[in-house]
């Protein structure tokens, strides 16, 4: 399950990590005052937000009203804008990457860094990429931490400051059940902070029986992938523009695998493992 970028942060919170100031509407009207000049964010589960103008800059209480008039309402590759996050400008100085994720292979998590935040990780060089894979039994080490802050050639300050984030993001994904964390920017503030700029978490929906705080949270569905739930299908909307049909989470898996290698990129993938009813697949 994937959450939105409020609830993602939400949780960074609660385990330490440093957030933006901000706040959640659904209504202009629900703008009273501001933090100072803010971002004005759609919450939709689905990337090329920005670009497809649903992130804007405002100054003031009209122009954030202004800003989230345009927003809330707005369809973003198939998802309606129902939210808008409100939050405080970050004055830039250095854009960061690190990530975490499950590491099937080694039965681990996998841990990702580089100093090229900002841009997807997929378009980042292999030698700007670290990745370590943390065994299960150890768990987190403070090593890991240094490792990461020697591998982005950070001050003394700014190192500290980001291996402890390192290992609350490993606390989060142990205690949360979360299949990735990914902060993308992880910034580095003018005056020396390090803040998480945006923020992705995907919780493991076989976990959500241990998580009910979840069980309300509106699922932001295209109509296709509504349908799709309806026939217990599993049908996902990527950002890509190549279509996969599959036979199987194995097979499925692999053949995105593939599509990724040779520069592809996935639009939508329908996994008819255990389907055998044509009025399904029809």
Do not use: C, W
């Not at 580089?114 to 841009?119: C, D, E, F, K, L």
């Not at 050639?153 to 400051?161: G, N």
């Not at 309300?216 to 217990?232: G, I, R, S, V």
């Amino acid at each position: 399950m994937k959450l939105y970028e409020f609830k993602a942060k939400e949780l960074m919170r609660k385990h330490g990590i440093p957030i933006p100031m901000g706040q959640v509407v659904s209504s202009p009207d629900e703008i009273k005052a501001l933090p100072g000049p803010v971002m004005v964010k759609a919450q939709v589960l689905i990337g090329g937000r920005g670009k497809a103008g649903g992130i804007k800059p405002a100054e003031t209480v009209d122009e954030a009203k202004k800003a989230a008039s345009a927003i809330l309402g707005m369809n973003i590759k198939g998802h309606v804008t129902k939210q808008v996050l409100l939050e405080q400008r970050l004055e830039v100085d250095k854009e960061l990457y690190l990530g975490m994720t499950i590491d099937r292979s080694r039965r681990g998590m996998l841990l990702m860094a580089s100093a090229s935040g900002g841009m997807d990780i997929e378009s980042v060089p292999d030698d700007k990429l670290l990745m370590l894979s943390i065994d299960p039994l150890m768990g987190y080490q403070q090593f890991i931490g240094r490792r990461v802050a020697s591998f982005l050639e950070l001050p003394k300050e700014q190192a500290t400051q980001v291996m402890g984030i390192v290992s609350k993001i490993y606390e989060l994904a142990e205690s949360e059940d979360a299949e990735l964390v990914e902060i993308n920017p992880l910034v580095i503030t003018k005056d020396g902070k390090v803040v998480a700029g945006d923020a992705k978490i995907t919780i493991d929906s076989d976990a959500m029986f241990r998580h009910k705080e979840y069980d309300e949270l509106e699922e932001d569905l295209t109509p296709l992938e509504a349908k799709a739930k309806k026939l217990d299908i599993a049908f996902v909307q990527l950002d890509g523009n190549i279509g996969v049909i599959a036979n199987g989470a194995g097979l499925t898996m692999a053949t995105l695998d593939s599509i990724n290698m040779f520069g592809g990129k996935a639009g939508v993938f329908l996994d008819l493992g255990g389907t055998d009813d044509p009025e399904k697949v029809r």
